[in-house]
């Protein structure tokens, strides 16, 4: 079966940096996405990484080692608007697999 | 605006009925899935599409149904048969050749089974 594995929580200081990990095992390799998830609604697309390396985007970057099976996603300058829920998704088979994601908890 | 429709945003529904929730999109997308969301619990994938007429089941298809005549449509049936249906239920698609786009979600269908 695939595996997705992401820590549940994180809390930080607003204007601090949170790094978010997900490690992965999964029949075969497509991509890896990364969404934001604010309560009750839908996801939204953050960051998209399929070779290995650090994609930047704003405050956001995400970075990828396929050989360790392995991602995070690293929020820079936090808001109170970044609390939300961090979903590690990969591609693989057509498919796209999701871990259980991180709740992001920004404080004043 | 193009986008993906779900509707109704929240749905009551007694246990034993089945209940139909509708996905549509004008994006043009050729492919479309249906993802079930619990508490504490990643996206699960129920059913999915690659193309019109032609669905594949997922993790979790059990007690489930889909159809996709349009390209525009994908409606998920939860049948009597699902033992826990009551969850966050989450339709998205994507163009089949633009992977880096990743999917596009609909704002979901809150179902409650009472």
């Known amino acids: 079966g695939q595996n997705i594995d992401q820590p549940t929580e994180m809390t930080a200081t607003e204007g601090a940096i949170v790094q978010i990990n997900c490690t992965y095992q999964?029949?075969?390799?497509?991509?890896l996405f990364w969404y934001q998830q604010h309560a009750g609604e839908a996801p939204t697309f953050l960051s998209y990484?399929?070779?290995?390396g650090l994609e930047e985007k704003g405050r956001f970057s995400s970075f990828l080692s396929r050989s360790k099976g392995y991602s995070y996603l690293l929020l820079k300058e936090l808001q109170m608007k970044d609390s939300a829920s961090y979903l590690c998704?990969?591609?693989?088979?057509?498919?796209?697999?999701f871990g259980a994601g991180t709740t992001v908890t920004v404080r004043a | 605006d193009g986008g993906i429709t779900q509707s109704p945003k929240y749905l009551f529904r007694k246990e034993g009925q089945n209940v139909t929730l509708s996905c549509e999109q004008n994006?043009?997308?050729?492919?479309m899935y249906w993802y079930r969301q619990d508490p504490g619990q990643g996206l699960r994938l129920i059913y999915y599409?690659?193309?019109?007429?032609?669905?594949q089941k997922g993790d979790i298809a059990e007690g489930y149904s889909v159809s996709r005549e349009k390209k525009e449509s994908f409606p998920l049936t939860v049948t009597s048969a699902q033992k826990n249906p009551t969850a966050f239920y989450l339709c998205?698609?994507?163009?089949?050749?633009?992977?880096?786009?990743?999917?596009?979600f609909g704002s979901g269908t809150r179902l409650t089974i009472v």
């Open positions: 998205a698609s994507r163009r089949s050749e633009a992977v880096s786009y990743g999917y596009t």
């Open positions: 999964t029949s075969g390799f497509n991509g």
């Open positions: 990484n399929v070779l290995d």
């Open positions: 998704a990969v591609r693989h088979d057509y498919k796209l697999s």
């Open positions: 994006l043009n997308h050729d492919a």
């Open positions: 599409s690659q193309i019109v007429n032609d669905f």
